[in-house]
């Protein structure tokens, strides 16, 4: 092997294939990042518009929309109640039975119901009720509307004088945000009782009533807003990027397994960053 | 139309026909001819104001025509109905209310309220018998019937059908014929008012009793047939088109 090669090339070849190499990988990461950004740009204006037909068009057709929105919250609430449950649950007992195995070696055990407070409420709860949310219903909603934008049924209702924003996405938008809110207070009351049941069960010498005071005393009033809105703001972002792959550009049947796809993958970062938003506004209370 | 070219997001350019001019009078019966691919589909919904334009001035009623949903527009979108190919029943609903839905949309009623309407909708297609199953489990037969009675049930003023005999039965396409034929001389339903009518179809033989109007697709140009044309020689122009 001649000298100040590396893996049989010369050195001035190796550096040019690391330069491509890195050019390369630079413009992919580019790419990506730039596409990225053009499906937010695209996801907000879809959102400004969404509002301005919520604007517009409140209280039209209300006897359609109305049921519309029903079947959604079932859908997205009701339906996913068990699933919900049984996850918030193993959660609960999953976080309290660490903290335990560390409280416990310093003494320290009081702390288990602020831990809980902290990390069931404010982070847990609203995050996995909205990840099984767009697990279960934003792919649903993905196929629905894509397989209804790829046989023309959007353009048939065009042609019928009614607005798909109003009659597709608004119903979803509303249904998908209550069914997040309703689900993360099912799932972190679910959580926290599981949580005291193990800590019960480790013979922890805290009694219900205690356990809840103090539980209480944890968490702010505040806390109970942003936890609104926080679940609230992940329901109403769920919805928009799944409608927003299944119905903003012409699709063919057979783009919608990647649609679904690209929704699922952005969904998950934007819950994700937008977590992490209300993880700095919990820092600057 | 003025100078139209209709959209399309099928083809290469998004252009389907360039340059259309035409003037559509009140109860008039245009057959528009053209072979698969020639750009039927999206006139149609051009003609009905649901695929703007690439370029040129389309007006309804005297009215240029917008995009959006005001009521205005929406008015206006309504004196247009458009049964599209295969009826294009919603599936989340079923065949009852498919064909109610414009009504209880626009009216903002429940179903029961628009029933009576619905009903002799349901009565004059032959649908109550299918009234209650979910659109994608009925035939292309019904279906096409559907979408008839749901572009109707709002008594559009100009009804615009794209294909209305394809894939149907011979008795199936004697029933449009016969009620196209009632629905331009005036059908009790749409309260016994001439409707004007426009067929696309890529056969004109069905079509040369009926219509009073005929028009050509070919080469991405729309090209109206003289009014004195002899309609046997109809059939033929589409055969000369084919490779």
Known sequence: MPKGSIIGLDTETHLRAVRELRASYARWLGGRMVHFVQTLQGVAAFGLITLGVLATHRGRASQVIRPLVWQQVLRCGVSLLPMVLFLSMTLGLVVIGNSLAYTNRVGASQWIPKVMGTVVVREIGPMLAALIVLSRAGTAIVIELGTARASGEVEALEVLGIDPIHYLVLPRLIGVALGVICLTVYGIVAALCSGYLWAFLQAIPILPGEYFSQLTASLHPLDFVILGMKSAGLGVLIALVTCYHGLARPLQVDEIARATIRAVTQGVILCVATDALFLVVYLLL | ?243
């Open chain 2, 1 to 243: 139309m003025t100078g139209v070219d209709v959209a399309s997001p099928r083809t290469a350019d998004g252009i389907s026909l360039r340059d259309v001019e035409w003037r559509i009078e009140p109860r008039e019966f245009w057959v528009v001819g053209g072979l698969l691919s020639s750009g039927k589909t999206d006139l149609c919904l051009t003609a009905a104001g649901a695929l703007p334009p690439a370029r040129g001035s389309l007006r309804l009623f005297g009215e240029e025509v917008g995009g959006g949903f005001t009521q205005g527009q929406v008015n206006q979108r309504l004196r247009v109905g458009l049964v599209q190919d295969g009826g294009l029943l919603f599936r989340h609903l079923n065949v009852a209310e498919n064909i109610a839905l414009p009504l209880q949309y626009h009216h903002d009623a429940t179903l029961e309220d628009v029933l009576p309407r619905l009903s002799a909708w349901l009565e004059s297609t032959g649908l109550h018998d299918r009234a209650l199953q979910p659109a994608g489990s009925v035939g292309r037969n019904w279906a096409q019937r559907a979408g008839l009675a749901r572009a109707c049930i709002l008594e559009p003023e100009l009804l615009v059908l794209d294909n209305p005999l394809t894939g149907l039965d011979p008795r199936h396409a004697r029933w449009w014929l016969d009620t196209l034929g009632l629905l331009w001389r005036g059908h009790p339903l749409v309260s016994h008012r001439p409707m004007t009518l426009v067929v696309t179809c890529d056969d004109f033989r069905p079509w040369i009793a009926p219509g009073r109007r005929y028009a050509l697709l070919r080469g991405r140009r729309f090209e109206p047939l003289s009014p004195t044309l002899d309609p046997g020689e109809l059939p033929r122009l589409l055969l000369d088109e084919a490779p």
